[in-house]
């Protein structure tokens, strides 16, 4: 069973026990709706040697990450974080000065974006060490934004060029890859150090015109299918409008690698993917000072996504990042 099948069974499962007034699993966050304000709930959880290897990131980038992450989440809704709570299972071999760092990462980025941290919980763990991070937020009902409102023949966007973190990654894992340091520093600070786009999801938010949106957390491969599902639609990506950064394009060309799989599989972008019945890219930039791209446009042909490039089919078969 995959991880979209395992999702799948355990909604049906528990769906008897959502009321009117909730909604779970399906979206970046679970709400409890209100007459105005609603309330939004989301969850991550970083384990050592998935989603993190130790002696790779330095525990002040990881405590920065394993808040941003969340917080990601809460802007794919358009919504406000309100709080955090953080719990962590550490190994005996973690020293007291590496969770002091790992802490002071945390708090800049509750400071930042005015995130209390509320509450949590501490455990041993045998080997590798665990983090979960639970962060609240609000939003107004009126304009929240879910995964399910996408439309046939909505422009698709993205909030930055993709593949950077994925690139970043490749590079930290491969001993004789050729770069140089202003290119490697950029792609491992993407890697380490995600922004969420908190401004960008409070604006989409107010405007009528953009439909459906979630974060970018798996690869536009895997995180579009989920728009796709929900919203019972299909998409066209044109590939060439894929944006990715010079320094991605640089170190690829280097070392033989894609980048337009890195863009497409890699995932840990942890910028915005939604759609709008309009382009509105230009009000964006003027209004947030965020360059959004338009890749493609969803269609009527359910669950599918055809990758095309000027206008032409392409065999491709891009898979992004799974979990099991």
Known sequence: MGEFESIRNIRAQFASLVDQNMEGIGDDCATIMGSDLSQLFTTDILVEGIHFLRDKISPYDLGRKSLSVSLSDIAAMGGTAQSSFLS???????????????????????????????????????????????????????????????????????????????????????????????????????????????????????????????????????????????????????????????????????????????ALEGGEDYCLLFTAKTDISDDIFVHTGEKVYCIGRLTDRIGQIEWLLNNVPQQNEFKGFTHF
């Not at 995130?115 to 919980?121: A, F, I, K, N």
């Not at 590079?171 to 380490?192: G, N, P």
């Not at 974060?215 to 919203?231: K, P, R, T």
């Open 88 to 262: 962590v299972a550490l190994p005996p071999t973690i020293s007291s000065d590496w969770y002091d760092s790992f802490i002071e990462g945390y708090r800049s980025v509750s400071v930042e974006y005015s995130v209390p941290l509320l509450g949590g919980d501490t455990s041993r763990s045998l080997r590798d060490i665990v983090i979960n991070v639970l962060v609240t937020g609000t939003v107004s009902e009126s304009c929240r934004k879910c995964r399910k409102s996408g439309i046939a023949g909505d422009l698709i966007f993205v909030g930055s060029t993709l593949g950077n973190a994925a690139c970043g990654l490749k590079l930290r894992l491969t001993s004789d890859a050729i770069y140089d340091h202003e290119q490697s520093k950029f792609l491992l600070q993407a890697q380490d150090n995600p922004r969420p786009q908190m401004a960008l999801g409070k604006y989409l938010s107010q405007r009528s015109e953009v439909h459906a949106m979630m974060d970018v957390s798996d690869g536009i491969a895997s995180d579009l299918l989920h728009i796709l599902e929900e919203s019972n639609v299909g998409a066209e990506i044109q590939l060439e409008k894929v944006p990715l950064s010079s320094e991605m394009v640089a170190v690829c060309q280097a070392n033989g690698w894609s980048p337009q799989a890195l």
